[in-house]
């Protein structure tokens, strides 16, 4: 990309960072994208980005801060443990670099859910390494089959070219071991994992040392007040995720995206309260039947939302149905098939 200066002296790689940055805070469903994207950039001229470095938490946890939150677990025999790689190999090439000076070998991978920006960096990982894989159940079959991702957005169906992005559709990851909520024992570093389903059909958190790595349970601040509607596979499953998060003790959480929090506890209340708000606001959409794309467009305008593509929009339209189903078993609306259209009204 060209540098050169603009008629306001500003180098068009700055102008381009700044308008990248600007849409990552208006259309978060695809901050980690962007944030690769930003980096790159940034890179191509010695400008200074969030720092990659892996930073001590407590104990053998620590973090590489970025678009997404990688874990590192640094064990006492001298290897080491990944908790997620990111959306593609910069990231992840970034921590092995840093952990080969260390003279320590990835011997793990620890998913916390099938979503492309969080395995994305499985498989250079593991091509460079030899780790072993560990992926939810449910969730581990969209580390294998990669297209489920991109396919159960476009409702079932083989997805358009638009949804086969990078940010969509991860390279494919072998999985060698499944696990469930409950304790592991990974290169002798105990971990308890805990079950945040919702934002995923299986999402974990993991517990190391006091430090709870809690995944997409929660949005940081800035998602919540730019962009009101997470994207969620199961609405139940996810406010009683929220719950279990809250309860769960720690010194420190390392959510997905965004800082380190002291305790995940005020942003489960922002998370919960906004979840509860896009429901209400669903109940008074439906007092006429109307199909679930018309939800959605007019929710849309209400939070003054606008998808910039076809990811943004096919994010929200399967959390439409996840919010409508969970409406339906509240007893607030209710399903029928009408004139050959698929109608939800108020009760």
């Known amino acids: ?69 990688i874990g590192v677990i640094k064990a006492d025999d001298g290897n080491a443990i990944l908790i ?34 969080h395995f994305g960096g499985n498989a250079f990982v593991v091509k460079r390494t030899g780790a072993k894989v560990y992926a939810p159940s449910w969730d581990e079959a969209v580390l294998r089959y990669p297209l489920f991702q991109p396919l159960c957005l476009f409702a079932g169906a083989d997805p358009p070219a638009s949804l086969r992005s990078g940010f969509m559709l991860a390279g494919a990851s072998p999985v060698d071991v499944v696990y469930d909520a409950g304790p592991l024992q990974i290169e002798g570093v105990e971990i308890k994992a805990v079950s945040l389903a919702g934002h995923s059909g299986n999402q974990m958190g993991l517990l190391i040392d006091e430090v709870f790595y809690c995944a997409d349970v929660v949005l940081p601040d800035r998602v919540i007040e730019r962009y009101k509607m997470p994207y969620l596979f199961s609405v139940r499953d996810h406010l009683k995720a929220l719950d279990r998060a809250q309860e769960t003790p720690h010194l420190t959480a390392v959510p997905g995206h ?71 078993e509240r007893g607030d609306v209710s399903h029928e098939i009408t004139d050959g259209r698929s109608l939800w009204r108020a009760r």
């Open 84 to 117: 997620d790689t990111g959306l593609n190999d910069t990231a992840a090439r970034k921590v092995l670099r840093e952990l080969n000076a260390e003279d320590r070998q990835v011997v793990a991978i620890v998913t916390t859910h099938g979503h492309a920006d």
């Open 1 to 69: 990309m060209n540098t050169r200066a603009n008629q306001h002296g500003t180098p068009d790689r700055i102008r381009t960072c700044d308008l990248l940055l600007r849409r990552q805070a208006l259309y978060p469903l695809s901050y980690g994208r962007l944030d690769t994207d930003v980096c790159e950039l940034y890179a191509g001229f010695g400008g200074k980005t969030r720092a990659q470095l892996i930073e001590h938490i407590h104990g053998r946890a620590h973090v590489a801060p970025g678009g997404v939150n």
């Open 258 to 328: 965004g800082p380190t929090l002291e305790h995940v506890g005020g942003l489960v209340d922002q998370n919960r309260a906004l979840v509860l708000e896009v429901a209400d606001r669903i109940v008074i959409i439906c007092r006429e039947p109307l199909m679930a794309e018309e939800i959605l467009a007019r929710l849309l305008g209400e939070l003054e939302a606008d998808p910039q593509d076809a990811a943004a929009y096919y994010l929200l339209h399967p959390t439409i149905f996840a919010f409508l189903t969970y409406l339906e």
